[in-house]
């Protein structure tokens, strides 16, 4: 959306004591001792974005809601809203600004984390959202160009619809394509297992021991070659009319 112009984006992440002196503005410490004011990256961004109105700005917020964002938002709450944009607003040091409608936030948010449900219903609501499930077609790209196997790239694919079938009534268990990213060998999809996956499924099915157990039967046998076919060729001839055996 930038174009790679590392003037005009910024990433920041959420958490519990982010605040709106370190989103918007507020006094910092200084090195040499003292306080120095200090511009946040929204406040930065809006102003830069007001000044080039022909390019777009984009502030990137991971893990939004960690954070109290009606705090860290402030005055700006209200004006992030598309029918709000290029609206004169006041911040806390008395200066007057606008967010320019070339200004834009992508978010992310996980549904297990938390504090989702406690994100401020009129904040989220300026949000159009983008639900990013685990997606089958996704790992097989991801996979392929790991340089997997065929064979164990398919069975590790019927292993993630198996789980995945399973969110339907367990949201828990949704395993994301992500996981996986790697994955390209028996060794590295171990490893995943041993340090991750293990753990979701654990969770997940913690009081229902039979279906987690199937699952962990179902991953071990990735790695079990299946029994190779003889062919009718190869198979010992029946023995001629009178021959001796």
């Given amino acids: 959306m930038t174009g790679g112009d590392k003037r005009r984006y910024r990433f920041v992440q959420f958490h519990a004591s982010y605040q709106y002196e370190d989103f918007m ?14 511009e946040g990256p929204f406040l930065k961004l809006v102003l830069d974005a007001d000044t080039d109105p022909d390019n777009t700005y984009v502030l990137v917020i991971d893990e939004l809601s960690r954070a109290d964002v009606g705090r860290v938002f402030g005055e700006a709450l209200t004006y992030v809203e598309r029918t709000k944009r290029e609206l004169p607003f006041t911040i806390a040091n008395g200066n007057e600004i606008k967010v320019p409608s070339n200004f834009v936030i992508l978010a992310t948010m996980n549904p297990f984390d938390r504090g989702v449900d406690e994100v401020d219903a009129a904040f989220e609501r300026r949000f159009a959202k983008v639900t990013m499930d685990p997606d089958k077609d996704l790992l097989d790209e991801i996979l392929t160009d790991n340089g997997m196997d065929d064979a164990l790239k ?72 299946p029994e190779p076919q003889t062919p009718e060729s190869s198979e010992t001839p029946p023995p001629e009319p009178g021959a001796t055996t």
């Fill in 154 to 225: 398919n069975r590790v694919l019927g292993w993630f619809s198996r789980i995945n079938g399973l969110a339907n009534r367990n949201a828990a268990a949704a395993v994301g394509h992500a996981y996986f990213s790697t994955a390209s060998d028996e060794a590295s999809l171990k490893d995943i297992w041993d340090y991750q996956l293990r753990y979701v499924v654990q969770r997940a099915f913690r009081r229902d021991q039979n279906t987690r157990a199937d699952l962990e039967t179902a991953w071990n046998h990735i790695f079990v070659l």
């Fill in 25 to 38: 503005l507020g006094f910092r410490p200084k090195d040499e001792g003292g306080f120095a004011y200090k």
